[in-house]
T-cell receptor, first 114, second 113 residues
Framework: AQSVSQHNHHVILSEAASLELGCNYS??????LFWYVQYPGQHLQLLLK??????LVKGIKGFEAEFIKSKFSFNLRKPSVQWSDTAEYFC????????????FGKGTTLSVSS | ETGVTQTPRHLVTGMTNKKSLKCEQH?????MYWYKQSAKKPLELMFV???????ENNSVPSRFSPECPNSSHLFLHLHTLQPEDSALYLC????????????FGEGSWLTVV
């Protein structure tokens, strides 16, 4: 079965600082990887995903993530955070098979101070 | 607006009541999901329906009973709930194909008193 580990529970940054959130997954087969974001009071929405091809994936709002297969990792990065990036970030994995659902990590709360 | 609508948004219920959560997706998707989001825990997958058939049930207590009458609607029927069932219940949908984006509703907040 798949599982996802997010190393940081709560990250606090100042505006313009760089961000990296760790994510490791456990699964022996081919996977699809996702980062979802949940802004305060809003629904979960997709930030970016890796399906195949270039392991460096660019998403919305300047976020990117790199899939490193040998490390089973899919870390999320942003070079310069903004106050509006304050949210909860979830890494998720699904096996590359039809009908399989997302398995989520525990989430990382990002607080950005202005 | 996500294309996935959940009602009610908030529900307070006693342990002996029977209630239902409703989800409707307007995206033409073939798969629908129920997730439970509790504080300090990862989102827990509860049920998966693909083409109206249940394909996954993650050891969810029988007091939670899903129903998928068609590809656009998903229900979660609740009875004899426990206080630890208080959580945000998220409905989601996708095409059901590998690598698909899963679209979430805004959730139904359930409080069991």
């Amino acid at each position: 079965a798949q599982s996802v580990s997010q190393h940081n529970h709560h990250v606090i940054l100042s505006e313009a600082a760089s961000l990296e959130l760790g994510c490791n997954y456990s699964y022996g087969g081919t996977v699809n990887l996702f980062w979802y974001v949940q802004y305060p009071g809003q629904h979960l929405q997709l930030l970016l995903k890796y399906f195949s091809g270039d392991p460096l994936v660019k998403g919305i709002k300047g976020f990117e993530a790199e899939f490193i297969k040998s490390k089973f990792s899919f870390n999320l990065r942003k070079p310069s955070v903004q106050w509006s990036d304050t949210a909860e970030y979830f890494c998720a994995v699904t096996a590359n098979q039809a009908g399989t659902a997302l398995i989520f990590g525990k989430g990382t709360t990002l607080s950005v101070s202005s | 607006e996500t294309g996935v609508t959940q009602t009610p948004r908030h529900l307070v219920t006693g342990m002996t009541n029977k209630k239902s959560l409703k989800c409707e997706q307007h995206l033409g998707h073939n798969a629908m999901y129920w997730y439970k989001q509790s504080a300090k825990k990862p989102l827990e997958l509860m049920f998966v329906y693909s083409l109206e058939e249940r394909v996954e049930n993650n050891s969810v207590p029988s007091r939670f009973s899903p129903e998928c009458p068609n590809s656009s609607h998903l229900f979660l029927h609740l009875h004899t709930l426990q206080p630890e069932d208080s959580a945000l219940y998220l409905c989601a949908s996708s095409q059901g194909l590998p690598g698909d984006t899963i679209y979430f509703g805004e959730g139904s907040w359930l409080t069991v008193v």
